[in-house]
């Protein structure tokens, strides 16, 4: 029983991740069918950002000095000034140009704010000190559960019915929503294109600073890499839930988190340094089984 | 009934033109170029077998795909299987069949082999993702990458797991990644006017259309996906002998996306493309690195910092891309015809890509 419950609190919490970052993705995916491959680096370059202005290997942290009330913030405007900004720089320019090329694009732009990061502070892991609290174990029906992951599924649950209610409750939700449904169809009735998709880019670049913290917090280091894992994963994650689909998005992050994590439980000693192997193969199964993703909306059936 | 041969006098200028230019750079690199250039121009002519293979996958069908580089890994590993001497492998790979591992054979066996392996692999899963279409089948070959990361990363007795093989006979000089090059090159061009590859550019320029006038869109990609696997195969052998190590780390995300950069910035449907492309970026990435070792102005030494060299093919990408969307060359072949590029007949109408939106 207190194995069992252990691994239910640890696929929500990596599903929780997961799903933070499948709903950033498919935010914009849904707006201007953009795959944000940069996703990744915002999350990176978030968590860096506490770190500022010092680049001392040991880290002086100076933004994360702050309280957690100036500190949440401030990182979340920082997630989404940066995001905002390359929209208005690099994204908006590819509006009318194929998938493939805007794929490229967003890559190259992951690729110059990696470099950059690596350039002002090299390519070794810095350490965070960041609420060590967190990191101790509270008891929950007789199982030691790290508080981070209660912290952590709590946070995205709030993260998501604030979304929720956003997109379901609000004109610029209702506007989002249209948007992701049918892009031109919108516009003609009356949809602002660049205020729809400047928001999404805000609220998908907050996403990343949510991520960036609970990254840096549960592992107590900076690192260049840390944002790529969870991008590529929130990045198969929109495909399996059907893209365009918001919903599925996050059933699907919270999905293959619990994957990984049943396999790594079940699966035999010698073959778990695999896990991921089969946790892809699954993908590819999924796939193969419902090819246009297991919540796919309406609208993405293909016409002919 | 002749249309073949006129097909064929059409066209023969594109694959002509490309060899013998990187026939030109070779002896130029080899005559003038110091050792460090030279290994310069055998990277270029490797990342030129990797993106044409891409290119005879990618641009033909309109498919993206981000699995490939896992053939460039299943070619090289080969290749460290065939070629390390015997008793480096017993201490190393344990976990090798006996027979492989008392063999040893030269770099000419060994490299087909290595191209036959990855298409034979290719031939078995690509028998289950090309039944995919679309986005879903880029995430699929996504997933087959990721698959055989883990397997090579973690199968330590037989792939030395994380770290690096080594041992692999270092014989690759300038003229062999020529000769790689040129052979990758002509097997895309005959790929390209067979049958197969005119039905495959069909269907991506019009899918439905084209399965109606009978092709078979999953047979055709599939042979596509083969032959492209094969090139790549050959290129992960090359690559083995070329830096004599091997280890996981160099065939996954990062090469990846360098490579289909290259191809989608000298433009993703042509073969003149792929290959300015690779030429384009690697003479970017030589310039900046030589600007980071530092230029004399005027008696002063001036050097860009490091990392300059990344962040400025990253921004000079992004600027290729903004005003030329379908790469340098446009989509369109070269010929003498309207030199340097041949008009196609009309825009292609990228109907598989548009399965993305």
């Known amino acids: 029983m207190r194995e069992i419950l252990q691994i239910v609190f640890d696929a929500l919490s990596l599903g929780s991740l997961y799903a933070l970052g499948a709903l950033g993705i498919a935010l914009i995916f849904g707006v201007m069918r953009l795959v944000n491959f940069a996703h990744g680096d915002f999350i990176a370059f978030c968590v860096f950002a506490m770190l500022w202005p010092s680049v001392d290997a040991a880290a002086i942290v100076f933004a994360g000095q702050l309280p957690f009330y100036l500190l949440i913030p401030l990182l979340l405007l920082i997630g989404a000034v940066l995001s905002i900004l390359s929209e208005i720089v690099v994204f908006r320019r590819f509006r009318n140009t194929n998938p493939a090329t805007m794929m490229i694009a967003s890559f190259a732009l992951g690729f110059v704010i990696r470099h950059l990061l690596l350039m002002l502070y090299s390519s070794r892991p810095k350490s965070i000190t960041l609420w060590p609290s967190l990191g101790l174990p509270v008891e929950l029906l007789g199982a030691h559960i790290p508080m981070l992951q209660v912290v952590t599924i709590i946070i995205t649950l709030v993260v998501l019915t604030v979304l929720v209610l956003f997109l379901k409750r609000t004109r610029y939700g209702l506007e989002m929503r249209a948007a992701a449904e049918n892009f031109t169809m919108a516009r003609m009735l009356g949809v602002r294109a660049n205020g729809v998709i400047l928001l999404a880019f805000a609220i998908s670049g907050m996403l990343a600073a949510s991520i960036g913290l609970i990254l840096a917090t549960n592992s107590g280091t900076a690192d260049i890499s840390m944002g790529a894992n969870v991008m590529l994963i929130a990045f198969i994650a929109t495909v399996i839930g059907g893209l365009g689909s918001i919903p599925g998005a996050v059933a699907a992050g919270f999905l293959i988190g619990a994957a990984s994590v049943v396999f790594q439980a079940t699966l035999p000693h010698d073959a778990r340094v695999f896990r991921d192997a089969f946790v892809y193969g699954a993908v590819i199964v999924v796939l193969l089984v419902r090819p246009q993703g297991l919540f796919a909306p309406k609208s993405a059936k293909q016409r002919v | ?233 050959l290129a992960g052998a090359l690559y083995a002998h070329f830096l004599s190590i091997v280890n996981p780390g160099a065939f996954y995300l990062r090469t990846t996306f360098v490579t289909l950069s290259m191809l989608v910035v000298g433009g993703m449907s042509s073969l003149s493309g792929a290959v300015s492309g690779v030429v384009v970026m690697s003479l970017l990435i030589e310039l900046f690195r030589n600007l980071e070792k530092g230029v004399s102005l005027g008696g002063h030494t001036v050097a860009l910092p490091n990392g300059v060299q990344e962040i400025a093919i990253g921004i000079i990408t992004i600027i290729i891309l903004m005003y030329l969307p379908t790469g340098l060359t446009r989509n369109q072949e070269f010929s003498w015809r309207g030199w340097p590029l041949q008009r196609r007949l009309a825009r292609t109408v990228q109907t598989a890509l548009k399965e993305l939106n």
């Open chain 2, 1 to 233: 009934m002749s249309t073949r041969p006129s097909v064929i006098r059409q066209t023969i200028v594109t694959p002509i033109i490309l060899i013998v230019a990187l026939l030109i750079m070779a002896a130029l690199a080899y005559q003038f170029g110091s050792r460090a250039f030279n290994r310069t121009a055998v990277e270029m002519f490797i990342n030129i077998m990797v993106v044409v293979g891409l290119y005879v996958f990618v641009g033909n069908s309109g498919l993206l795909s981000f699995g490939h580089i896992s053939f460039m890994c299943l070619g090289a590993y080969m290749t460290a299987w065939l070629a390390i001497p015997p008793v480096m492998k017993s201490i190393t790979l344990k976990g090798l069949p006996a027979w492989l591992l008392h063999t040893q054979l030269p770099m000419w066996v060994a490299t087909p082999i290595s191209g036959v392996f990855a298409a034979l692999f290719a031939l078995i899963i690509g028998r289950v993702i090309m039944r995919l279409s679309g986005i879903a089948a880029s995430i699929a070959t996504f997933g087959l990458l990721g698959v055989v990361n883990n397997v090579y990363s973690n199968w330590d007795s037989v792939t030395g797991g994380q770290g690096s093989i080594v041992g692999i006979p270092p014989t690759m000089n300038v003229w062999i990644g020529w000769l790689g090059a040129a052979i990758s090159i002509a097997i895309a061009y005959l790929y390209s006017i067979s049958r197969s590859g005119l039905a495959l550019r069909a269907t991506r320029d019009e899918a439905v259309a084209a399965s109606a006038s009978g092709i078979d869109i999953v047979r055709e990609r599939l042979i596509a996906f083969v032959v492209s696997a094969f090139i790549i195969g």
